[in-house]
């Protein structure tokens, strides 16, 4: 069956007002970008136009102007500029430095450069003095001392620099060498101004140079300080006095140093002797230097010097350390070159040499050989030290020695090849006192060498 639709609708019969687009609107122009006076030692004058290059009228609503050296002198008649039209500035440069920068804000309706910058430069020939330091340090003296120091005068500028007059102020300097007045600089050009420094007592002192010249501001300052007081003093030791080498430890001590008019900030500890062959060295640290070992029988001599904040050095102090065996027997040996292994070797009595009766690196490193009394480590010999790319030591040590006549030798291992002359030494020390030392020159490889036969308990010593 047919039918028949019926739709109906509702039209608003508000209507969106679409907004004309604005097609008229000013732009701003600023000639030149860039107000550049150059060169010149007068006042100058120069034009800054405002134009107006859009389709509205411009309004200009302020005027900003940062640079002391620059003013504007006119400014524009009318702040509506018509479209196409322009107004003009007058700004003016009188010089105040070497060079003057400056610039002119312009904030106007342009929307899309509603502030407008421009630069302003300037310079002039003209002198300028340059002091360096700006502040002279003397530093720390002792009072009653003397230091010499002083100021560069340099000319950095475009004209010559004539200065007139110089004048220090302050206790305990001095000008030594006074310019002769006037003194004339050309560009480029410098000089020196030497200053002495005697503080007559303790304390902090300050002076100030003075020099007045043709430069801007026509006078120049430059300062000067420096301090006075007792230098820090060193107090070292070492505990114990007397240790046994390898076995014993000793602490050198810095911490009991002082210093009345400063902060100790540094221990600067340095072994100055040891005994030849010895690889010793002091452990590194601050006041103290704890777990020193020495490695061979002798002295050993260490300086401590102490610096301050201040800037200032103690005198050395000095201390001594004795690295004596607690062994009877304590045989050592090094030699001058490295690269070249030399072994020592200790020979029981009535044994020779490679066996069990043989001391040396294959057979007694730290013991392990049963000599006298079996079973009795008392008698028995260590080798504590065995050395092979280096120069020494080694060294070999019994406690209380059977009787008999011991020998010892040295083995120049063909390991490490050497043919030339190289020195060796041997020291002997029975019951904690050197006894016997000696130095051959061996060359060649493979070579057992003699030194010496001990006779024990006499304690005789031939050299072999």
Partial sequence: MPFLL?????????????????????????????????????????????????????????????????????????????????????????????????????????????????????ATSAPLLILEPTTLNMGFLLSGETREDGFTVRNDGTADLIITSELLMGTGFELTDPLALPQTLEPGEDTWINIAYSPPVDGTYSGTLWLESNTFGTITQGQIIG???????????????????????????????????????????????????????????????PNFVPDLAGTYVAQLIVHSDEGLSSEPCITTLEAVPAQTLWVELSWEHSGDDMDLHLIRPGYGLNGSGDCYYMNCVGGGLDWGVGGDPIDDPSLDLDDIPGVGPENINIFEPEEGVFKVYVHDYPGSVRYEDNDVHVRIYLSGELAWEGTKTISGEDDFVPFAEIDWPSGNINPL
């Fill in 227 to 289: 301090e006075t007081g007792a230098p820090p003093q060193a107090v070292c030791s070492v505990n114990p006095e007397t240790v046994a080498p390898l076995y014993e430890s000793a602490t050198w001590y810095g911490d009991q140093s002082v210093s009345l008019s400063g902060e100790i900030t540094e221990y600067e500890w340095t072994l100055l002797e040891k005994p030849i062959g010895s690889e010793a060295y002091l452990p590194n640290g601050g006041a103290n230097r």
């Fill in 6 to 122: 019926l739709i109906s609708c509702t039209i608003d019969n508000a209507i969106e007002k679409i907004p004309t687009p604005v097609t008229d609107f000013p732009e701003i122009r600023v000639e030149p970008s860039t107000l550049n006076f150059g060169v010149t030692e007068d006042p100058v004058s120069d034009v800054l136009t405002i134009h107006n290059d859009g389709t509205a009228a411009l309004e200009i609503r302020d005027l900003q102007l940062e640079g002391a050296a620059f003013t504007v002198v006119q400014t524009i008649e009318d702040e509506l500029i018509a479209p196409g039209e322009s107004q003009e500035l007058l700004v003016q440069y009188e010089p105040l430095n070497m060079s003057d920068e400056g610039w002119l804000k312009i904030t106007s309706n342009d929307p899309s450069e509603e502030k407008s910058l421009v630069p302003l430069v300037g």
